[in-house]
């Protein structure tokens, strides 16, 4: 059997890694040419039907993880208690963690879409592959405040964390940089809407599975990352997993691809259970700016007017 060439290598590793972030349309939107499926595929050396087949199959494997977890009863329970309202739209920014095809915001989308269509609720998936916290600011006009967002769901910070290789002395955005980032992010949208910010915290990496992988110019640490997941976790407004454990404490391998830094498709879905539990519960919202439609002795509970 002879070897594979090295084109046959490549289209390998795009296909079973890279397609599920690469998505260039996201990463350059005012390029033309990125309005033509047939420019994109060729950029990524495939041709327009493997690259169509390949995002297909993403989403069909999000569709079937919202279905597996809507056969549970007590996470059901959670969807029958949200926040948003009919036509509200909700939008997501952050790293591949958020834009992976497969991820936990499309998850989240299948899951609205199947179980409560009634709220007839618009998504836009505006995370890029490997974004810091500046990189989200600086997509911020165009992701979020031309659109109109009513709900912005931010999960950054991985990179934010990150040690380059000639740099080991010093993270990619400092903890300083990084409070000022998130908060001009959540002054943004107190000034766009009454709704308040969705942060999901980054999990845990795997270093030793990070530092075997080829595709990364650095290393992240969990002594950085924790400090990092910290200041989300002071911030206001619903906290998905303040303390970085839905993975497992410690995390669980299958939780991870080879990469040892995104999730697969079990871990998404464990990020799914736990921004639906957040949504459910409000634990970090006491606001009269929301109408969630619930019980009396809830609403006084958190002091919410329900006039």
């Known amino acids: 059997m002879s070897e594979k060439t090295k084109e046959e290598l490549e289209k390998?590793?795009?296909?079973?890694?890279?397609?599920?972030?690469?998505?260039?349309?996201?990463?350059?939107?005012?390029?033309?040419?990125?309005?033509?499926?047939?420019n994109v595929a060729g950029f990524l050396g495939l041709t327009p039907k493997e690259l169509a087949d390949a995002r297909t199959?993403?989403?069909?494997?999000a569709e079937q993880a919202a279905e597996e977890l809507l056969k549970d009863e007590e996470f059901q329970k959670y969807t029958t208690r949200l926040p948003f309202k009919k036509g509200d739209l909700i939008v997501a920014v952050g790293d591949s963690s958020t834009d992976d095809l497969m991820g936990w915001f499309e998850i989240m989308r299948h899951v609205l879409e199947i179980s409560r269509p009634e709220l007839?609720?618009?998504?836009?998936?505006?995370?890029?592959y490997q974004d810091t916290s500046f990189d989200v600011l600086r997509r911020l006009n165009r992701?979020?405040?031309?659109?109109?967002?009513?709900?912005?769901?931010?999960?950054?910070?991985?990179?934010?964390?990150?040690?380059f290789g000639a740099l080991p002395d010093r993270n990619h955005v400092s903890l300083t940089e990084y409070w000022e980032n998130l908060n001009s992010i959540e002054q943004l949208m107190e000034d766009l809407t009454d709704n308040p910010m969705v942060w999901i915290t980054p999990v845990?990496?795997?270093?030793?599975?990070?530092?075997?992988?080829?595709?990364?110019e650095g290393t992240v640490h969990n002594t950085d990352l924790n400090q990092y997941r910290e200041?989300?976790?002071?911030?206001?407004?619903?906290?998905?997993?303040p303390k970085g454990v839905r993975f497992g404490n410690p995390p669980e391998q299958w939780n991870y691809i080879n990469d040892g830094v995104n999730a697969?498709?079990?871990?998404?879905?464990?990020?799914?259970?736990?921004?639906?539990?957040?949504l459910y519960s409000r634990k970090a919202i006491k606001s009269s700016n929301l109408d969630y439609g619930v019980e009396d002795d809830f609403l006084d509970e958190y002091g919410i007017d329900n006039d």
């Open 143 to 163: 992701a979020v405040v031309d659109d109109n967002a009513d709900w912005l769901f931010a999960s950054v910070g991985t990179y934010d964390a990150m040690r």
């Open 12 to 38: 390998e590793v795009i296909l079973g890694y890279l397609v599920n972030y690469l998505n260039i349309e996201k990463k350059y939107p005012l390029l033309p040419g990125v309005r033509d499926t047939k």
């Open 120 to 128: 007839e609720l618009r998504f836009k998936n505006a995370a890029v």
């Open 57 to 61: 199959s993403l989403d069909e494997q």
């Open 231 to 241: 200041i989300i976790a002071g911030r206001k407004g619903f906290i998905v997993d």
């Open 204 to 216: 845990p990496v795997q270093t030793q599975e990070m530092q075997k992988f080829a595709l990364f």
């Open 264 to 278: 697969s498709i079990a871990g998404h879905m464990e990020t799914v259970k736990e921004t639906f539990k957040t």
